[in-house]
């Protein structure tokens, strides 16, 4: 996950995590948690759709941030 793309995405819609997570119908702690990747919690198919049709994401950035194998 690229948690700077997403949040990129939603700074130039004018959203905050509390906009998103509201879309998503999950609370932002929740929300917080996918984007961070901490206590296995991952963003659902459902919510990756939403997401992209929100952002209006074509699916190389969808790729990009959901799917953006973190290398070392």
């Not at 961070?36 to 992209?52: H, S, V």
């Amino acid at each position: 996950m690229d948690i700077n793309k997403l949040k990129s995405k939603m700074a130039l819609n004018g959203d905050n995590g509390g906009d998103l997570a509201n879309y998503l119908g999950i609370s932002r702690t929740t929300l917080s948690s996918k984007m961070n990747e901490t206590n296995n919690a991952e963003f659902t198919q459902g919510e990756i759709q939403k997401i992209k049709e929100r952002y209006s994401l074509n699916s190389k950035e969808v790729d990009e941030i959901f799917f953006n194998s973190k290398v070392s």
